[in-house]
Nanobody, 128 residues
Framework: QVQLEESGGGLVQAGGSLRLSCATSGRTFSYLAMGWFRQAPGKEREFVAGISRSGSNTYYVDSVKGRFTISRDNAKNTVYLQMNSLNPEDTAAYYC?????????????????????WGQGTQVTVSS
């Protein structure tokens, strides 16, 4: 089992920045590919960003490219999502997800059903 705990959400004005953190426990972090998803009210949960086990590969949804950066610190068992130039369309509950990947160290899962472990979510609200 893997436990995930997100933090760092909050209220920010448009153009501002936030950094989300997701601390993990329960399994060797270096075997986990990690992802961030978000769900706005009335909308389906969508993939935002993902990072491979090694950290060498990352993937972003088009709407956040150039503004968000996913990173990981394997020594701290933590993945981060740095969010810059936030706009009201980024308002959502953000969820951290993890999946053990034993083959490639470069694979980045992008679909919800590829992730077995989920955090409880942290709310991000961007005011205009």
């Amino acid at each position: 089992q893997v436990q995930l705990e997100e933090s760092g959400g909050g209220l920010v004005q448009a153009g501002g920045s936030l950094r989300l953190s997701c601390a993990t426990s329960g399994r060797t972090f270096s075997y986990l590919a990690m992802g961030w998803f978000r769900q706005a009210p009335g909308k389906e949960r969508e993939f935002v960003a993902g990072i491979s086990r090694s950290g060498s590969n990352t993937y972003y949804v088009d709407s956040v490219k150039g503004r968000f950066t996913i990173s990981r610190d394997n020594a701290k068992n933590t993945v981060y999502l740095q969010m810059n130039s936030l706009n009201p369309e980024d308002t959502a509950a953000y969820y951290c997800a993890a999946q053990a990947v034993y083959g490639s160290t470069l694979y980045v899962p992008k679909m919800q059903n590829e992730y077995a472990y989920w955090g409880q979510g942290t709310q991000v609200t961007v005011s205009s």
